[in-house]
């Protein structure tokens, strides 16, 4: 495959991502410049320890308005000055992905303007396409707290799905962690804070020696629901409230193992992805868990083990973020794919529909 060449156009685009908790708008342009860029992170679900859908729409359809007014605002822009709109049209919740939906397609209808439907997890996949130029084809390890999964990622729309969670994604497993000690919802920086106090690793290790579900097997294929019930056995043990101490040193051992669970995945996938020989080998890690510095770090020493480059998103732009969708909708239509305003949502949307569905079979996890 030939050297890439980046292909800058001068247009404006507005994205709209409302798929979980964040309400979020962006405007980007075909150089790569974020013009504008608004998240707001719902709180309103805290007190339930994760989102609750009904929840979550309600509190998109109160700010979605606001919040574009201040993107538009922002870039300086009005809305006869977008070339599109791009806006998750799934995975997600879909009670949110509605209200952004028809937020979009309401904009679209009274100026005319295009729209773009992006599929959630292409916006986490091509985040490196604006933050870094990364070359197709490139290895994705993407790890959100709804998914977790690797993909040869050979050209827009274009995946090759190596695996998958077998059963809970690891943003889950943190979130299900924290919860487990108090530590609050969302999951993943508390433990991550926690885990990072820990002076004594392998004291940690020891006096919580967590299981690694499928480590060692072939294949690149996940699991963590062993690691997240042997988490509540751990707390449930303590029948009251946990030492501080312990909670630093169980935050350690959990991440410890999802570091060690992801590693040997990836070395898996890598093997696989260098067989085709591509010309600029780069391993990406995208989604909300890669946002983790400990998770990074490891990763970024398996693709320099394996001879690739590493790349992943400024942490900003890790977790849920519009400037993700505006992106993807600016490669989108770089290629003409442009959508009818009668597009539908989608609950799910596999970016690799031709894959299996994932499933333990015959493995005693």
């Not at 309400?23 to 805290?46: D, M, P, W, Y």
Request: hydrophobic share 45%; with cysteine; charged share 20%.
């Amino acid at each position: 495959m030939g050297v890439e060449t980046a292909i800058f156009l001068p247009m404006n685009v507005l994205g709209i991502e409302t798929s979980c908790d964040e309400t979020a708008v962006a405007v980007v342009t075909g150089e790569k410049k974020i013009l504008a860029h608004r998240i707001l992170s719902q709180k309103e679900h805290n007190t339930f320890g994760g989102v609750v859908p009904e929840v979550a729409a309600r509190a998109h359809l109160n700010h979605i308005d606001t919040l574009i007014e201040e993107a538009m605002a922002e870039a300086k822009l009005d809305f006869k000055d977008l070339d599109a709109i791009a806006v998750t049209a799934g995975p997600g919740l879909i009670g949110g992905v509605f209200v952004g939906v028809m937020t979009a397609k309401a904009i679209s209808a009274v100026h005319g303007t295009k729209l773009v439907a992006v599929n959630h997890l292409e916006g986490h996949a091509l985040t490196v396409r604006l933050t870094d130029d990364v070359p197709f084809p490139y290895l994705l390890l993407l790890a959100s707290g709804g998914h977790c999964q690797l993909l040869i990622v050979e050209g827009v729309g274009k995946y090759k799905r190596l695996g998958a969670t077998i059963d809970d994604a690891a943003g889950e497993a943190f979130d299900k962690t924290s919860k487990l000690m108090g530590l609050g919802y969302p999951g993943g920086p508390p433990v991550e804070r926690m885990a990072a106090s820990c002076g004594t690793p392998e004291r940690a290790r020891k006096k919580f020696p967590l299981p690694r579900p499928l480590m060692g097997r072939a294949g690149c294929d996940f699991s963590f629901s062993g690691l997240k019930t042997a988490v509540r056995r751990a707390v449930d043990a303590y029948q009251g409230e946990i030492p501080q101490e312990d909670i630093v040193d169980l935050c350690f051992a959990f991440q410890d193992a999802i570091g060690d669970i992801m590693a040997d995945r990836v070395r898996h996938a890598i093997d696989i992805y260098m067989a085709s020989h591509p010309a600029q080998p780069t391993l990406v890690v995208a989604g909300g868990v890669a946002a983790n510095k400990a998770l990074r770090a490891r990763l970024e020493k398996c693709a320099a083990d394996g001879g690739l480059k590493f790349s992943a998103p400024p942490l900003k732009l890790c977790t849920d973020n519009a400037a993700m969708i505006a992106w993807a909708g600016i490669e989108r239509l770089k290629l003409g794919l442009v959508d009818t305003i009668d597009f539908p949502v989608h609950a799910r949307w596999p970016l690799d529909p031709d894959a299996p569905v994932a499933s333990a079979k015959s493995e005693k996890i």
